[in-house]
Structures are given as structure tokens and as C-alpha cells.
């Protein structure tokens, strides 16, 4: 473990220290976002009083004010003069007011990666997943798993758990929780296990170039005893042949140390086998829709036998899991049309999800898309055309900014000229009336911004 956290100065054992005391205030910036609000949840629970600060109030925010939290709408420099640490999401730009303000009362600023960091020091046991997809189901699978095993967990997920809330405390020294790869955050973590699903191309406002990704993912899962990882991913095989460490694979190739195999589809779900060197170990049930969240099922079962989970008790936590929030999650209905919300942002998963949502619903699908970042939009533009071609009706919404600037000629509106004529351009307002005129079939909204309005608008009538 590093001495330093940040830039700041801070160690970690100062770190710490204020985190426990009872008379330490804890401030967050974009307290809102899931990462931040479980971060935030957790300190209560540690001892600390917290406040924070975000541009909108929200669900979360307001549990938090309930928790005893104090947060703040909209950022100043005087929301931390009682700060004893300031921690601020990877949205939150240098020139926040609230950042400035507590660098220029020598108050500790730490990033959101340097506090979660800072955090896992408490838990013996740590088991991070990593991915360019799939991470939250699979945190949420381990779970499930370790709840059967009468397990108590912690857990710190980028999605609402099936409980409704995206932090669990539990009792036990284990803590399940998303590796996430952007900005190198997940360097920041010290795992005892580390699990790989998948490794595509991402994130281009910070990493230039896949063998980019590549050099961070090897860094990342070397930093564990043991690693899980998809044996069926070129790219992640690539990686692992620069750890040190101990690896595990799982997949459906010859080659794996867990091999895994489709054995039947159920109504709503599949049943599959896993072998360790040809010898059939068990058979699992897993009942939420989408091939690949067998691939993501495997990967917690692998993890949980590797961890040393009794097969039987896996097999009865796959089989108790329903999904989580945001995951081809079912919403309800507009005029008889069923709606489902999904986080997919990148081609490959919003390829899977239309593909998932054909077979569950045997309907046609319409797609009501909102692109994540200009620099995304504009990297994988071919991608997104080819992906969101499968719906047989795309409504693309503006893109969902986040944390960058216009780049010329990147638009929803010559996304949706470039899908063809099954694809619409929509502003928010007015996608209701777009979906209702224009489209048929299921109705998913899909991407990782804000669906707060057409989400209320699809749902009220």
C-alpha cells in the first residue's frame, strides 16, 4: 500500500483515522452518482458525518439527507468549510469551487478511486470485477451466491442490488465490488481476487488506444493472488499472459481451466454445466434473460468455488438471483407495450440487449437511445450504427454530455440519418410522441444518461 493517496499528501492511516472519528466531517462532490452515494452511505456507517453537494436533489439524495447526511444543491466554496476531507467523483473538474476552495484551506482532497481504496483496507477478503461489461450483474451474482452461503458482505455496486440500493453493509471481513477501469481507477485497488469478464475498447476521452486499456487491465488484475478471468475474450488472453500471479479461466474454448456449456433454455433463462478438466462439477439454473449473462454467471461460479463455496449452496444463490436495477429491468407498460430500462452504452451491449429482448418478448423492439459522452459517440460510430440497426425502430436522444464539450459533426441527429430509415431523432420532450406515432413493439430505454424525464412521460398513461 502506497504511503500517499493523493496529491493532497494524505496517508492512508490519516486517512482512516478521519473516516472513524465521529467528530470528522466527510464532504462529497456528486454525492448523487451511485459510486459516490454508496461511498457516502458507507462512511455514515464507519462513523464520520457527511455532507455533499450535487447540481440536482434526487432519490439518492434525499436518502441521504434521511440517513442524517447534510447535502447541498449546486457547488460552492462554502459547502466544505467543516470539511476534515473532501472526496470528488471523476465528473467534477479542477475548476469546482468546492475543490478550489478546500485545496486553498489545505483541507485533504481525495479522488473517488483514492477514497474506495482507502476503504477496502477494513476487509480481509476483497474481490473486485473488472470489465468493459457485466460488472454489476456479476458483483450482484456473487452476492446472491454468498447470501445462500450464509455470508454477510459488503458490497459497493454501480447498480441498485435486488434490496432497491446500490451499497450493502455487511458484517463479515469480505467486500464485493466493481473494478472500474476508467481513469485508471481501478489501480487504485488492492483485491485478493480479481475477475475479469470482458475487455473491449472504451473510454476514449482517457485512453488513446486499446493496447492502452490493455497495459492498464494487466496492471489492474496483477495486483491479486488470484485472477478469474474469461478464457473465450482474445483480449483479456493477451493480458494474461503478462501476469505473474495466478490465473483461473473459464469459457466455452478447449483451453480453459472451467469449461462451460448451454445445457437447455427455460422460459425465462438458461441451465448450464460447468467441467473443471472434463469433469462435470455441477449444473445451474439462472433465470434472467441474455446469453451472456450466463458468461456472467460462470464467472461468479467460478469465483465462488475458487473462494471455496460448496457447489450446492452456488447453485441455490444463482438460482435465487432476479437481476438488478437498469438490466434489461421491466418498467411497465404504455398502451399495452411493455417497457424495459437498460444501461447499455456501448455497441456490444446493446447488441446483446436488443438480441436478449427479441427472444424474451417475441415482440418487435423499439430502442429509445441516448449516447454517452461525445467522445464515445465518435469513436465507436460505426459500432453504434451496426448495433442500434437491430432494433427494428431507434429514437436517438441527444447525446448525454456527462463531462465533455460539443466535437463538431458528432450529433444524435446524424447518428440517426447514418442507422437509416428504421431510426428517428427525438429531443426528449418529445419522445413520447415519436414512440407513440412512429414505432411499435417493447419499448427499452438504453444508455447510461440521464432518462428521468422520458422515463416518467413513457410511464404516465
Same mark, same amino acid.
Given at each position: 500500500?502506497?504511503?500517499?493517496?493523493?496529491?493532497?499528501?494524505?496517508?492512508?492511516?490519516?486517512?482512516?483515522?478521519?473516516?472513524?472519528?465521529?467528530?470528522?466531517?466527510?464532504?462529497?462532490?456528486?454525492?448523487?452518482?451511485?459510486?459516490?452515494?454508496?461511498?457516502?452511505?458507507?462512511?455514515?456507517?464507519?462513523?464520520?458525518?457527511?455532507?455533499?453537494?450535487?447540481?440536482?436533489?434526487?432519490?439518492?439524495?434525499?436518502?441521504?439527507?434521511?440517513?442524517?447526511?447534510?447535502?447541498?444543491? /449546486?457547488?460552492?466554496?462554502?459547502?466544505?468549510?467543516?470539511?476534515?476531507?473532501?472526496?470528488?467523483?471523476?465528473?467534477?473538474?479542477?475548476?469546482?469551487?468546492?475543490?478550489?476552495?478546500?485545496?486553498?484551506?489545505?483541507?485533504?482532497?481525495?479522488?473517488?478511486? &483514492?477514497?474506495?481504496?482507502?476503504?477496502?483496507?477494513?476487509?480481509?477478503?476483497?474481490?473486485? #470485477?473488472?470489465?468493459?461489461?457485466?460488472?454489476?450483474?456479476?458483483?450482484?451474482?456473487?452476492?446472491?451466491?454468498?447470501?445462500?452461503?450464509?455470508?454477510?458482505?459488503?458490497?459497493?455496486?454501480?447498480?441498485?442490488?435486488?434490496?432497491?440500493?446500490?451499497?450493502? &453493509?455487511?458484517?463479515?471481513?469480505?467486500?464485493?465490488? &466493481?473494478?472500474?477501469?476508467?481513469?485508471?481507477?481501478?489501480?487504485?485497488?488492492?483485491?485478493?481476487?480479481?475477475?475479469?469478464?470482458?475487455?473491449?475498447?472504451?473510454?476514449?476521452?482517457?485512453?488513446?488506444?486499446?493496447?492502452?486499456?490493455?497495459?492498464?487491465?494487466?496492471?489492474?488484475?496483477?495486483?491479486?493472488?488470484?485472477?478469474?478471468?474469461?478464457?473465450?475474450?482474445?483480449?483479456?488472453?493477451?493480458?494474461?499472459?503478462?501476469?505473474?500471479?495466478?490465473?483461473?479461466?473459464?469459457?466455452?474454448?478447449?483451453?480453459?481451466?472451467?469449461?462451460?456449456?448451454?445445457?437447455?433454455?427455460?422460459?425465462?433463462?438458461?441451465?448450464?454445466?460447468?467441467?473443471?478438466?472434463?469433469?462435470?462439477?455441477?449444473?445451474?439454473?439462472?433465470?434472467?434473460?441474455?446469453?451472456?449473462?450466463?458468461?456472467?454467471?460462470?464467472?461468479? #461460479?467460478?469465483?465462488?468455488?475458487?473462494?471455496?463455496?460448496?457447489?450446492?449452496?452456488?447453485?441455490?444463490?444463482?438460482?435465487?438471483?432476479?437481476?438488478?436495477?437498469?438490466?434489461?429491468?421491466?418498467?411497465?407498460?404504455?398502451?399495452?407495450?411493455?417497457?424495459?430500462?437498460?444501461?447499455?452504452?456501448?455497441?456490444?451491449?446493446?447488441?446483446?440487449?436488443?438480441?436478449?429482448?427479441?427472444?424474451?418478448?417475441?415482440?418487435?423492439?423499439?430502442?429509445?437511445?441516448?449516447?454517452?459522452?461525445?467522445?464515445?459517440?465518435?469513436?465507436?460510430?460505426?459500432?453504434?450504427?451496426?448495433?442500434?440497426?437491430?432494433?427494428?425502430?431507434? #429514437?436517438?436522444?441527444?447525446?448525454?454530455?456527462?463531462?465533455?464539450?460539443?466535437?463538431?459533426? #458528432?450529433?444524435?441527429?446524424?447518428?440517426?440519418?447514418?442507422?437509416?430509415?428504421?431510426?428517428?431523432?427525438?429531443?426528449?420532450?418529445?419522445?413520447?410522441?415519436?414512440?407513440?406515432?412512429?414505432?411499435? /413493439?417493447?419499448?427499452?430505454?438504453?444508455?447510461?444518461?440521464?432518462? /428521468?424525464?422520458?422515463?416518467?412521460?413513457?410511464?404516465?398513461?
Amino acid at each position: 500500500m502506497p504511503a500517499k493517496a493523493n496529491n493532497g499528501g494524505i496517508r492512508y492511516d490519516r486517512l482512516r483515522k478521519i473516516i472513524s472519528s465521529k467528530d470528522s466531517v466527510v464532504h462529497f462532490i456528486g454525492v448523487g452518482g451511485v459510486s459516490m452515494y454508496s461511498l457516502a452511505k458507507m462512511t455514515l456507517s464507519l462513523g464520520a458525518s457527511v455532507t455533499g453537494s450535487d447540481l440536482v436533489d434526487s432519490e439518492r439524495t434525499r436518502a441521504l439527507t434521511d440517513a442524517g447526511a447534510i447535502i447541498y444543491k /449546486g457547488h460552492s466554496a462554502y459547502n466544505v468549510i467543516s470539511a476534515a476531507l473532501v472526496v470528488y467523483s471523476s465528473a467534477v473538474g479542477e475548476n469546482n469551487p468546492e475543490l478550489i476552495g478546500a485545496r486553498s484551506r489545505s483541507i485533504p482532497t481525495v479522488s473517488r478511486a &483514492e477514497y474506495m481504496g482507502a476503504l477496502m483496507i477494513g476487509y480481509k477478503k476483497r474481490i473486485g #470485477v473488472s470489465g468493459t461489461h457485466g460488472k454489476s450483474t456479476t458483483v450482484a451474482m456473487l452476492d446472491s451466491i454468498f447470501t445462500a452461503a450464509m455470508c454477510e458482505p459488503s458490497v459497493l455496486s454501480g447498480a441498485d442490488l435486488q434490496s432497491g440500493e446500490p451499497y450493502k &453493509e455487511g458484517r463479515d471481513a469480505l467486500l464485493l465490488y &466493481e473494478a472500474c477501469e476508467y481513469k485508471d481507477s481501478f489501480l487504485k485497488f488492492n483485491p485478493t481476487i480479481s475477475v475479469a469478464l470482458n475487455l473491449e475498447y472504451d473510454h476514449p476521452d482517457y485512453f488513446k488506444s486499446l493496447k492502452a486499456l490493455k497495459a492498464s487491465f494487466a496492471r489492474a488484475l496483477g495486483r491479486a493472488p488470484l485472477t478469474v478471468l474469461n478464457g473465450d475474450d482474445e483480449n483479456l488472453l493477451s493480458v494474461a499472459c503478462r501476469l505473474k500471479n495466478k490465473v483461473v479461466t473459464f469459457g466455452q474454448g478447449e483451453r480453459v481451466n472451467y469449461r462451460y456449456s448451454i445445457t437447455s433454455f427455460l422460459e425465462h433463462g438458461y441451465e448450464f454445466s460447468v467441467s473443471k478438466f472434463n469433469t462435470e462439477i455441477g449444473r445451474f439454473r439462472l433465470f434472467v434473460p441474455g446469453i451472456y449473462n450466463v458468461t456472467n454467471a460462470v464467472a461468479a #461460479v467460478v469465483t465462488a468455488i475458487e473462494y471455496g463455496i460448496n457447489v450446492d449452496v452456488i447453485r441455490e444463490g444463482i438460482a435465487a438471483f432476479s437481476g438488478i436495477g437498469r438490466r434489461l429491468e421491466y418498467i411497465g407498460e404504455r398502451y399495452g407495450r411493455k417497457i424495459y430500462y437498460d444501461y447499455a452504452h456501448h455497441p456490444t451491449a446493446i447488441r446483446c440487449a436488443i438480441n436478449a429482448l427479441k427472444l424474451e418478448t417475441g415482440d418487435l423492439i423499439t430502442v429509445v437511445f441516448k449516447p454517452h459522452t461525445y467522445s464515445r459517440t465518435k469513436s465507436l460510430w460505426d459500432g453504434f450504427i451496426d448495433a442500434l440497426s437491430l432494433a427494428d425502430y431507434a #429514437v436517438i436522444t441527444d447525446i448525454y454530455a456527462a463531462r465533455e464539450e460539443p466535437i463538431e459533426k #458528432v450529433s444524435s441527429e446524424r447518428l440517426a440519418m447514418s442507422i437509416g430509415p428504421g431510426a428517428i431523432y427525438s429531443l426528449d420532450e418529445a419522445v413520447c410522441a415519436v414512440v407513440d406515432r412512429q414505432t411499435h /413493439g417493447a419499448i427499452v430505454l438504453m444508455g447510461a444518461g440521464d432518462f /428521468g424525464r422520458i422515463k416518467r412521460d413513457l410511464l404516465s398513461t
